[in-house]
């Protein structure tokens, strides 16, 4: 596999979970759009709700959460969670799978977890849906957690295992043996998928202790593998200060640990799906590829999230809940949905959109000519990356890897005036917060 310039692979711009992306987002769009949105859409969906608890703070997520396992505060919040759901029901919307993530879902203990899937079972019968996935945290639950999630209708679980290696676990404050992992996945015939999380570019991490924790990983055979750019931002998230930057793998180390890691895995029999997702070719996200804030998925691209910093999109609305708990509060007891902002796409932002997605999740797509003139005459001189026959566009192998960049050739709302180093800052630190908040 070819490797390309850490300058390339590096380049800052979004993961294109959204289009467009969270900071051309309006904080006038509030709950009455919300609900004119809801009023005016049916079609199928993808179901979110975030759990914003974790017991202990990894130094390296991104994440928007909470440390405590204060039992009353998680119920305090589980309460209007609750209250949240209720306000979705008068518009009942066609739910076709679930994604419970954080956070730490499996936070919740048993009672607090039957007390939210009883109220779920309330917009939709959760055990005849395609797919329930829940996140796990491996070092708080056991065999009999994972029994009772699967009597509740999950049917995925998704581990943040990130590294295997024990100085790399201790950098980041989530030391988990895979030996714990092993235990957990005696009981993996109740799910019809197990997902793996991986990072690279962690502080300690070297291309041979990565090689390690992917042929350990490979033993254990997950249906899903997502691989991961650790984005180290201790501007955003305070606690990234904890990690020593000269721990750090240097840049040109990050394109060979993502390509030898890729190039592993596909050899081992996974397929490579979109950007950075792997899946053996009994998965079901081999046969069909969608994209939405959480990744790439099998199910639908529409999605509704329920909780705070929740992200959703239906229709031609984006919208997203508010961060602070207290204001996620006040909201549902008002009996308004937590909305902070929002927007609505126009034309051109979905022309755009579907040539984006069509890129990441399918790599090749069909455009109008005319419309995209500008953008194809720019691919022709890329040929490495694609390659441009008339009005189709199909990416190279190479391209994969800079799929990114590729994408970028079809933005047009983050074209920054040349020299312009205080826009570039700025805009740089929204993507970074855009781009990996959602995954947890």
């Not at 759990?51 to 119920?75: A, G, M, T």
């Not at 990234?240 to 793998?249: A, Q």
Request: net charge negative.
């Amino acid at each position: 596999m070819r490797i390309p310039s850490s300058e390339e692979f590096n380049a800052p711009g979004h993961w294109f979970t959204s289009y467009p992306s969270l900071n051309h987002w309006s904080e006038s769009f509030r709950h009455s759009d919300y609900v004119e949105a809801l009023t005016q859409f049916t079609d199928p969906l993808h179901l979110y709700l975030h759990i914003p608890f974790c017991k202990k703070l990894c130094s390296y997520c991104i994440c928007n959460v909470v440390i405590s396992s204060d039992r009353e505060k998680i119920q305090f919040f589980l309460d209007h969670l609750l209250k949240e759901i209720d306000l979705l029901k008068p518009f009942e919307p066609d739910i076709q799978d679930i994604h419970f993530g954080g956070g730490t879902p499996s936070h919740l203990d048993r009672k607090q977890f039957a007390q939210l899937c009883s109220k779920l079972d309330e917009l939709t019968d959760i055990r005849s849906l395609k797919e329930v996935a829940m996140e796990i945290d491996p070092r708080t639950v056991n065999q009999d957690d994972l029994k009772h999630y699967a009597s509740f209708g999950v049917n995925r679980i998704s581990f943040g295992i990130q590294d295997y290696d024990l100085r790399v676990q201790e950098a980041i404050n989530r030391v988990q043996p895979p030996e714990l992992i092993d235990e957990l996945l005696e009981v993996r015939h109740l799910f019809r998928g197990v997902n793996f999380d991986l990072l690279y570019g962690l502080p300690l991490q070297t291309r041979q202790t990565l090689r390690n924790t992917v042929s350990r990983v490979l033993k254990q055979r997950p249906d899903r593998i997502t691989l991961l750019k650790y984005c180290h931002a201790p501007e955003i998230r305070k606690h990234m200060k904890l990690i020593n930057v000269t721990d750090l793998p240097s840049p040109e180390n990050l394109p060979m640990m993502f390509c030898e890691t890729a190039e592993s895995l596909m050899e081992a029999g996974y397929l490579w799906i979109g950007l950075d997702h792997f899946c053996l070719p009994s998965d079901s996200l081999s046969k069909k590829v969608g994209r939405t804030f959480n990744g790439f998925t099998s199910g639908t691209n529409e999605m509704i999230g329920l909780g705070p910093t929740t992200t959703g999109v239906f229709g031609r609305t984006y919208c997203q809940s508010t961060y602070d708990l207290h204001d996620y509060y006040n909201s549902i007891n008002k009996g308004e949905f937590p909305i902070h902002r929002g927007y609505r796409m126009t034309d051109d932002d979905m022309k755009r959109r579907r040539v984006i997605f069509s890129l990441l999740c399918n790599h090749k797509v069909i455009v109008d000519p005319f419309y995209f003139e500008k953008e194809l005459n720019q691919l022709w001189s890329r040929p490495e990356l694609c390659e441009v026959w008339g009005n189709e566009i199909t990416v190279t192998d190479y391209g994969r890897i800079l799929l990114r960049n590729i994408c970028k050739v079809f933005d047009n709302k983050d074209v920054l005036p040349e020299h312009d180093k205080i826009a570039q800052k700025t805009i740089t630190r929204k993507i970074k917060l855009e781009d990996h908040r959602v995954f947890g």
